[in-house]
């Protein structure tokens, strides 16, 4: 099958189909996913082609959506879930963290939920309250879940599909803003679960392992780890970077839990400089775990300390001032330079 | 009480009356009338035998063998009389205090202790029983059962007119769960998609120090009739009658004809759990006058009152109730701490590297005591050496609640 050139949302719907032909028990279920197609259209043309008990337009109602899909899951179907914004998923918050997340421990392995939830998220867009929020690390605080982002059509295409196949419950993390960013796909790649859970996993035929990093741009100087819509942040900042002569690697994580940090310490060590990109807050963020990590293993590799570019502490705000709040290139170029200085 | 929690504002389907005289109800005795003599000491055999585990179950916590108990002393109609009205393919989600359920689904009551002793989270595996885990956080699980119940659907498992094959859920909560939006929202899934699931709600008419009044001002039934649900109200200390308006309600769901609620009007008659105080709360009159209206005394009485109770058959069940709670006390005692590797098993399906680092730093820190010479450890052979590592503190072998708290 070709390559071809898709939208990130279009490479997410080519994913989806490709696990609902591949996999019979594979359901999507949502608000608005069946005859609107999603609010981002995601799963455009989905229910037409098969059926409404396998794309389920449900009540609007998070928490049931994430609680029948538990109990759907329990009787081996693989759910996947939309929650229409990063906002509205608090509701559905103690599902997936008091039930979802612990259900294989407590029942010591007898019960797997391959759960997979999407989430649009992330700003950018111009949007209302409550739909341009980035809550990644309050599950990847919970044991249990797997938290991914893909940032490029390519891996949005393969990694739904390797979430689809993971036996494990998946917060797959979807950067709105990057929803009409086209790039190639190759769609002649399938991963199903009916392959060993090790093949998802691992990535056997030559896949980057749903849980493992991989390196965006390769550079000597500093080493920017970013996730989501924050990639195409830091290639720019990377390329910007490089008529200063300073050689920025850039590291997209795609997976917050677990966190590669074999992939980010390789490079870290190599460069002895670390800026950690994300649209979430910086206090308690995922940056600071990184900084936590990254000087626990390269403390006498580093140049400077990480540091940290992001949201603010505050709630998200208006979108007329949202571009001051995001990280944008200006700000990541900042804390490159500053890191440099050292 | 006000008015409109008034129980004679919705029928209570009842079958056997407090002094144990059988009623005629057009719609439900049929139902429960092939039962014989013989079927109904079954049931009554079952109440006596979960009502002396509860016991041993709350004598072991007062002894410091569990770390917490919540009784069902009160309740073991409801759930008898429902619990054995499942087919075998039939699946339960119960809440916390289904031990009369778990019973009759063959599940080792030794086993539900498991959880309240604190060796492990669940104790039982929910596919040789079709007994889903307790849940305690309140009515999650009846979102969990109406997922089941859609998947029993997707599965063709509904109206085949199969008896053997047609299968059913049923999920338990209590009268504060309905006041919970999960319970709502599994309310409205249930009935949206005509989901093949029973709602058993025993109002056992306190959530911990709440009465039912601060959850609802309808009679919890009547809630049915706003999600499009049929509903019936039960006389949850008849065990007949909880019986009949289950077998009712499981038939309809796997007839493919939907969900159903079911309030079954009991009384908890114990505490909450063993951390709570009634007595601060209620009085002594109403404890004294559900007593009066016990689920096991009735069926006693009516059976007795047939001469359908032997001498034989009754010393032979105290005889068999003795020796289950000799055997639950000498099981749950004899239960260990578990291997401290058990905390970082199972919290994936497939390997997380987090927990795996972390296991290893563990298990580094673990096996960096065994080399220490005890005769030498004190002297400082190890920077930790007076430290006792967790998996080898003698302490810990048994009695987990003391040992808990004195190094929490």
């Known amino acids: 099958m070709a390559v071809e050139r898709l939208t990130l949302s279009k490479a997410l719907n080519a994913g989806l189909r490709r696990t609902l032909e591949t996999d019979s028990k594979v359901l999507l279920m949502g608000e608005d996913?069946?005859?609107?197609?999603?609010?981002?259209?995601?799963?455009?043309?989905?229910?037409k082609d098969f059926g409404e008990?396998?794309?389920?337009?449900?009540?609007?109602?998070?928490?049931?959506?994430?609680?029948?899909?538990?109990?759907?899951?329990?009787?081996?179907?693989?759910?996947?879930?939309?929650?229409?914004?990063?906002?509205?998923?608090?509701?559905?918050?103690?599902?997936?963290?008091?039930?979802?997340?612990?259900?294989?421990?407590?029942?010591?392995?007898?019960?797997d939920l391959p759960v997979v939830i999407r989430v649009p998220y992330g700003g950018g867009i111009g949007a209302v309250e409550h739909h341009s929020e980035s809550p990644e690390v309050l599950f990847a605080h919970t044991a249990g879940l797997r938290v991914v982002t893909p940032a490029t059509p390519a891996d949005a295409f393969v990694m739904i599909q390797q979430a689809v196949a993971s036996p494990d419950p998946v917060l797959f993390f979807e950067p709105k803003g990057r929803y009409w960013d086209k790039g190639d796909v190759d769609l002649g790649i399938t991963v199903t679960a009916a392959g060993t859970a090790d093949d998802a996993?691992?990535?056997?035929?030559?896949?980057?392992?749903?849980?493992?990093?991989?390196?965006?741009?390769?550079?000597?100087?500093?080493?920017?780890?970013?996730?989501?819509?924050?990639?195409?942040t830091a290639l720019k900042a990377a390329q910007a970077a490089e008529a200063d002569?300073?050689?920025?690697?850039?590291?997209?994580?795609?997976?917050?839990?677990?966190?590669?940090?074999?992939?980010?310490?390789?490079?870290?060590?190599?460069?002895g400089r670390c800026v950690v990109v994300h649209e979430a807050?910086?206090?308690?963020?995922?940056?600071?775990?990184?900084?936590?990590?990254?000087?626990?293993?390269?403390?006498?590799?580093?140049?400077?300390?990480?540091?940290?570019?992001?949201?603010?502490?505050?709630?998200?705000?208006?979108?007329?001032?949202?571009?001051?709040?995001?990280?944008?290139?200006?700000?990541?170029?900042?804390?490159?330079?500053?890191?440099?200085?050292? | 009480m006000s008015k409109s929690e008034?129980?004679?504002?919705?029928?209570?389907?009842?079958?056997?009356?407090?002094?144990?005289?059988?009623?005629d109800h057009p719609e439900y005795a049929p139902l429960v009338a092939h039962l014989d003599a013989a079927a109904l000491r079954g049931l009554y055999r079952d109440m006596v035998l979960v009502r002396r585990f509860d016991s041993e179950a709350t004598s072991l916590q007062r002894q410091g063998e569990l770390g917490l108990w919540a009784q069902c002393l009160g309740q073991e109609a409801a759930q008898v009389g429902?619990?054995?009205?499942?087919?075998?393919?039939?699946?339960?989600?119960?809440?916390?205090?289904?031990?009369?359920?778990?019973?009759?689904?063959?599940?080792?009551?030794?086993?539900?202790?498991?959880?309240?002793?604190?060796?492990?989270?669940?104790?039982?595996?929910?596919?040789?029983?079709?007994?889903?885990?307790?849940?305690?956080?309140?009515?999650?699980?009846?979102?969990?059962?109406?997922?089941?119940?859609?998947?029993?659907?997707?599965?063709?498992?509904?109206?085949?007119?199969?008896?053997?094959?047609?299968?059913?859920?049923?999920?338990?909560?209590?009268?504060?769960?309905?006041?919970?939006?999960d319970v709502n929202e599994a309310l409205v899934f249930a009935a949206v998609n005509n989901a093949p699931v029973v709602l058993f709600c025993q109002n056992n008419q306190w959530a911990i120090s709440e009465p039912t009044t601060r959850q609802t001002r309808v009679p919890i039934a009547a809630r049915g009739d706003g999600f499009g649900i049929p509903n019936v109200r039960v006389d949850g200390n008849d065990v007949l009658a909880s019986h009949a308006?289950?077998?009712?309600?499981?038939?309809?769901?796997?007839?493919?004809?939907?969900?159903?609620?079911?309030?079954?009007?009991?009384?908890?008659?114990?505490?909450?759990?063993?951390?709570?105080?009634?007595?601060?709360?209620?009085?002594?009159?109403?404890?004294?006058?559900?007593?009066?209206?016990?689920?096991?005394?009735?069926?006693?009485?009516?059976?007795?009152?047939?001469?359908?109770?032997?001498?034989?058959?009754?010393?032979?069940?105290?005889?068999?109730?003795?020796?289950?709670?000799?055997?639950?006390?000498?099981?749950?005692?004899?239960?260990?701490?578990?291997?401290?590797?058990?905390?970082?098993?199972h919290v994936y399906a497939t390997p997380h590297t987090i927990v795996e680092a972390e296991r290893a730093f563990f298990e580094r820190y673990e096996a960096s005591f065994a080399d220490s010479d005890p005769t030498t450890a004190a002297a400082g052979t190890h920077p930790h050496a007076t430290h006792t590592p967790a998996s080898q503190d003698p302490a810990m072998s048994h009695a987990p609640q003391s040992a808990a708290g004195r190094s929490l």
Not at chain 1, 34 to 47: A, W
Not at chain 2, 7 to 23: A, C, F, H, K, Y
Not at chain 2, 131 to 144: A, E, K
């Open chain 1, 201 to 232: 996993a691992t990535g056997a035929g030559g896949l980057v392992p749903l849980d493992r990093a991989r390196v965006a741009r390769p550079g000597t100087d500093l080493t920017i780890a970013a996730y989501g819509a924050t990639v195409s």
């Open chain 1, 33 to 47: 996913i069946g005859r609107l197609g999603g609010v981002f259209r995601v799963t455009d043309g989905l229910q």
């Open chain 2, 245 to 345: 308006v289950t077998l009712e309600a499981l038939e309809r769901a796997r007839s493919g004809g939907g969900p159903t609620l079911i309030e079954a009007y009991t009384y908890r008659m114990g505490a909450h759990t063993t951390s709570d105080d009634p007595t601060r709360y209620r009085s002594a009159a109403e404890e004294e006058h559900w007593r009066r209206l016990d689920p096991i005394d009735r069926l006693r009485a009516h059976l007795v009152a047939e001469s359908e109770l032997p001498d034989d058959f009754q010393a032979e069940l105290d005889a068999e109730a003795a020796a289950l709670g000799a055997r639950i006390r000498a099981t749950v005692r004899a239960l260990g701490k578990p291997p401290t590797s058990r905390m970082f098993e």
């Open chain 1, 245 to 271: 002569s300073v050689s920025v690697e850039v590291v997209d994580l795609r997976s917050i839990s677990p966190l590669d940090t074999e992939t980010l310490v390789r490079s870290v060590r190599r460069t």
């Open chain 1, 281 to 342: 807050p910086v206090f308690y963020g995922t940056g600071g775990e990184i900084a936590a990590r990254v000087t626990e293993e390269c403390f006498f590799e580093l140049e400077a300390p990480v540091l940290r570019v992001g949201g603010f502490h505050t709630p998200y705000p208006v979108s007329k001032l949202e571009h001051d709040y995001l990280p944008g290139l200006d700000r990541v170029l900042d804390a490159v330079e500053r890191a440099m200085a050292y």
């Open chain 2, 82 to 181: 429902s619990g054995r009205a499942l087919a075998p393919q039939d699946f339960a989600f119960p809440s916390y205090r289904e031990h009369g359920v778990a019973h009759t689904r063959g599940v080792d009551l030794a086993d539900v202790l498991l959880q309240f002793r604190g060796v492990d989270h669940g104790g039982w595996d929910p596919n040789a029983h079709n007994f889903q885990l307790y849940t305690l956080v309140i009515g999650s699980h009846t979102l969990h059962a109406t997922g089941y119940a859609m998947a029993l659907q997707r599965d063709g498992l509904v109206g085949t007119g199969d008896a053997a094959r047609d299968a059913a859920v049923i999920t338990y909560f209590g009268d504060g769960a309905t006041s919970q939006g």
């Open chain 2, 6 to 23: 008034d129980r004679s504002d919705v029928d209570l389907v009842q079958l056997l009356t407090p002094t144990g005289e059988r009623l």
């Open chain 1, 53 to 111: 008990d396998r794309v389920v337009d449900t009540p609007l109602a998070e928490s049931g959506i994430i609680g029948t899909a538990i109990g759907l899951a329990m009787r081996g179907y693989r759910p996947v879930c939309e929650i229409q914004f990063d906002g509205f998923i608090f509701p559905a918050f103690d599902q997936i963290t008091t039930q979802l997340a612990k259900m294989h421990y407590r029942s010591r392995g007898r019960i």
